[in-house]
């Protein structure tokens, strides 16, 4: 029998009837459809496009590329452009406990019901089409229908794989992109073979597009700038700065606040109508300045209405993804949450560690780590370890991972018994646990209950457990 008829998935051209299946069965047949080969063609998405009125056609769209960081550049951006008055659709991805956290209109996730409408007309729609449409097609397509009967001024769409112009979303006629950051999962790759990643990546450039970067090696650069300027695209300076937000979240995430920044200038300049916009509450649009001194008049207006300037703007912004990255600074102990799965988004993580512990002193660390193989663990990674912990007293908890989540490749997990010997030959306290509640117990008795802090991370897989454990069934 064929494996695709084994797991329930339509055969191209059988008839099927309009199913109205409620939210849980929408997201089974989701689970099911991660094993559909992916189209790098795109065929596929152009089918279900057509039949669905084109919606990619009818959204302006931003998308966000690269390694590291593009969810939370997308929460900024969001956030900067809803302040300008601007309704905001968003499209991120994985989920970490329903399908529906990955699309939010308005700052605000999908609801339930429209989840399942929504899913039902895309799901109907690729079976009476007779098409085998894989997972990542069909959010997508969810999506763009979502935010155009959303009437969204802007839809900012995350680029998850690094396949460039075959990625499902580059169907949308985007006028900006952004490649926040390429790092690789292969420690031992040299930056010509990094290089050659992100100019894949810059292949979702199309004629007349912004590419901006907020990477920072030299060649990767001038591959993105190459490549964008064989493509027709705009390139524009790389960020260097960051933006200036509170502390220590300037120094983990103030690069993509920063990208978030040039993002928003780049659409409220080019591509919206300044009339949606108000002049006077507005962060981002440019006024041309009064000559000479201001008058009484002008002072006496600015005391009495002061405009709120971008600066301020990040200081008082929430700097952490709700279930993704947070600090649970209510718990006992204190919770750290980070989905960091490669090496550079792990090293970031110890860094914003080490701040956490100069801005209080920690009486106790505790690291639970479940990774996926051939992810994380190699001889960079225990080196990093090692520097971490000549410097910062605590332990190390290993677990593998138990119900990986769906369409994140994390289906095999690590040897928790070889990685926690390996660190231990690096003199650094680790232990080996059966799974994840054994790991977050011990982890909790070997920290101070008031002031001592348990950091879960290494995947997006492990995160979710913590949710599970704690109860929580949707955000």
Not at 290 to 300: A, D, F, I, Y
Not at 415 to 422: C, L, S
């Amino acid at each position: 029998m064929d494996t695709t008829q084994q797991r329930g998935i339509p055969q191209r051209g059988t008839p099927s009837a309009k199913k109205q299946r409620n939210f849980g069965e929408v997201a089974e047949y989701f689970d099911a459809h991660w094993k559909v080969p992916a189209d790098h063609s795109l065929k596929r998405m152009r089918e279900l496009d057509k039949a669905l009125g084109q919606p990619s056609r009818q959204l302006p769209a931003i998308l966000v590329a690269g390694t590291n960081g593009k969810s939370l550049t997308i929460q900024f951006a969001a956030k900067l452009l809803a302040h300008e008055g601007l309704n905001v659709g968003a499209f991120t991805s994985p989920h970490l406990l329903l399908y529906k956290e990955r699309f939010s209109v308005d700052l605000k996730s999908m609801p339930s019901k429209t989840f399942a409408e929504v899913g039902n007309e895309i799901i109907n729609t690729a079976e009476e089409l007779g098409i085998q449409a894989h997972t990542s097609e069909l959010l997508t397509m969810m999506a763009l229908l979502y935010f155009k009967r959303s009437n969204v001024d802007v839809a900012i769409l995350e680029v998850a794989s690094d396949h460039g112009a075959t990625d499902p979303v580059t169907i949308v006629d985007a006028k900006i992109a952004t490649i926040t950051r390429v790092t690789p999962l292969d420690a031992k790759l040299s930056e010509e073979e990094i290089a050659a990643d992100a100019a894949r990546m810059a292949t979702l450039v199309t004629p007349g597009m912004h590419l901006i970067s907020g990477d920072q090696s030299k060649i990767t650069l001038q591959e993105l700038h190459r490549v964008t300027t064989e493509r027709g695209g705009v390139w524009a300076m790389p960020i260097r700065k960051l933006a200036h937000l509170t502390y220590p979240f300037e120094q983990l995430h103030g690069r993509c606040a920063a990208l978030a920044e040039r993002i928003a200038h780049l659409f409220v300049e080019h591509h919206i109508d300044r009339k949606l916009i108000s002049e006077a509450t507005s962060l981002l649009l440019r006024t041309n300045g009064q000559r000479g001194r201001p008058t009484l008049e002008s002072k006496r207006k600015l005391e009495l209405n002061p405009r709120k300037t971008l600066e301020q703007f990040w200081k008082e912004t929430s700097n952490d993804l709700p279930g993704k990255f947070q600090l649970l600074d209510k718990e006992k102990p204190t919770i750290l949450l980070d989905t960091a799965a490669n090496l550079d988004a792990f090293n970031n993580l110890l860094l914003g560690i080490r701040l956490l512990h100069y801005q209080r002193p920690l009486k106790g660390l505790a690291i639970i780590i479940g990774a996926a193989k051939n992810t994380l663990y190699n001889e960079e990674f225990l080196k990093l370890l090692r520097y971490f912990f000549k410097k910062t007293s605590g332990s190390i908890f290993i677990c593998p991972i138990e119900e990986p989540l769906p369409g994140v490749d994390e289906e095999q997990s690590w040897n928790a018994e070889q990685v926690a010997n390996d660190i231990k030959s690096m003199k650094v306290k680790a232990r080996a646990c059966k799974n994840f509640e054994e790991a977050f117990e011990a982890a909790k008795k070997a920290v101070d209950e008031r002031y001592g802090l348990v950091a879960i991370s290494g995947s997006q897989s492990i995160v979710t457990a913590y949710w599970r454990l704690k109860g929580i069934k949707k955000f």
